[in-house]
C-alpha cells in the first residue's frame, strides 16, 4: 500500500478570561458593629486584579490589602435596613467580573 503524511501547524491564540471573586461576603450586620468584609480574587490567567466599588451605600469603603484580596467596611447606621453592595474586578487585559450582594442589618 501507498502511505503519505502531512504536517498541519495549528496557532492556538490565548483567550482572556474574566476574573472572579472566590469569597463570600457576610449578608447579615449589626447596626452596633463595623461590617468588615476580606475578599479575594482570582485571575485563571494570572494577570494582575484590581478591585472597585461599583454600587454602594456612600458610607462602605474599599480598600486594596494585597494583590489578589481588598476589604469592604462600613459602620451600619439603623436596624431594619438592607444595604447592596457591588464590588468589580477587572485585569489588566480588559476581563471583568463582578459580586454583588445585599446586607441586612440587624
Known amino acids: ?9 495549528v496557532d492556538i491564540l490565548p483567550v482572556n478570561d474574566a476574573p472572579t471573586i472566590i ?3 457576610p449578608t447579615v450586620s449589626s447596626s452596633r458593629i463595623e461590617y468588615i468584609y476580606d475578599l479575594r480574587g482570582f485571575d485563571v490567567d494570572a494577570d494582575p486584579i484590581t478591585f472597585q466599588l461599583f454600587r454602594s451605600p456612600t ?15 462600613f459602620q451600619p447606621e439603623e436596624r ?16 471583568q467580573g463582578y459580586q454583588s450582594w445585599r446586607v441586612d442589618i440587624r
Open 1 to 9: 500500500g501507498l502511505e503519505s503524511s502531512q504536517t498541519i501547524n
Open 23 to 25: 469569597t463570600n461576603p
Open 59 to 73: 458610607n462602605v469603603v474599599l480598600t486594596p490589602t494585597g494583590a489578589e484580596t481588598a476589604r469592604v467596611t
Open 80 to 95: 431594619g435596613l438592607t444595604k447592596t453592595i457591588t464590588v468589580l474586578v477587572r485585569d489588566n487585559n480588559g476581563g
